[in-house]
Nanobody
């Protein structure tokens, strides 16, 4: 069974950048879609973006992060990455990575989740 561990969160000023990592242990990884979600206090878990498992590495982003965030993966390292640039205070949330069978914006379609990492953007 795959386990995911996120890292790279922290406190950053508005306009700054952070790079989150998601490392998998055990089970299949290269054939799974990696999704990134976030959840702010009092809000529902929100889709951020996802990357496919195929050679094309297709990506899909929420409109709120398009052009600022970039998702990538390195199957040899069993890792996924979320590069976040031009961060805004409204990006403050706990960020989660997840694995699923296909790209979808629905959290329940992902079956494996990490523990999350806090990202705080100060104004």
């Amino acid at each position: 069974q795959v386990q995911l561990v996120e890292s790279g969160g922290g406190l950053v000023q508005a306009g700054g950048s952070l790079r989150l990592s998601c490392v998998a242990s055990g089970g299949l990884f290269s054939l799974r879609v990696i999704g990134w979600f976030r959840q702010a206090p009092g809000k529902e878990r929100e889709f951020v973006g996802a990357i496919s498992s195929n050679r094309d590495r297709n990506t899909y982003y929420a409109d709120s992060v398009k052009g600022r965030f970039t998702i990538s993966r390195d199957n040899a390292k069993r890792a996924g990455f979320l590069q976040m640039n031009s961060l805004k205070p409204e990006d403050t949330a706990v960020y989660y990575c997840a694995l699923g069978p296909r790209i979808t914006t629905t959290p329940t379609n992902y079956d494996t989740w990490g523990q999350g990492t806090q990202v705080t953007v100060s104004s």
